[in-house]
C-alpha cells in the first residue's frame, strides 16, 4: 500500500506508514464502512448475551478480542 503522503510502498497489512506515521486508507476498509449490513445477511459464528451475533474477529491482544458484530434487534454493526 503506497502512502498518500510521503509514497512510500509499505505492507499490505499495514496501519501506518512506517517512514512517516500517516495512517493508510484501505479499499477494503471503505467498503466495510459504506456497506449495508441491513443487506447482508451475516452468518452468525455465535450469539452472545441474546443480542449480538458475532461476524468476524478484527484483533486480538494481550487482554481480550475485538469482534465485528451486530446487534439483531437495530441491525447495526458494532465492535464487540
Known amino acids: 500500500m503506497k502512502c498518500h503522503e510521503c509514497q ?3 505492507p499490505p497489512d ?6 512517516c506515521g500517516t495512517r493508510l486508507e484501505f479499499a477494503e476498509e471503505s467498503i466495510d464502512q459504506t456497506e449495508s ?7 452468525y459464528k455465535k ?3 441474546g443480542k449480538y451475533g458475532l461476524i468476524k474477529e478484527l484483533s486480538r491482544g494481550g487482554i481480550g478480542f475485538v469482534y ?3 446487534d439483531v434487534k437495530l441491525k447495526r454493526s458494532v465492535a464487540f
Open 68 to 70: 465485528k458484530a451486530e
Open 47 to 49: 450469539i452472545i448475551a
Open 14 to 19: 499495514a496501519v501506518f506508514c512506517r517512514p
Open 8 to 10: 512510500h510502498d509499505n
Open 37 to 43: 449490513i441491513v443487506d447482508q445477511k451475516p452468518i
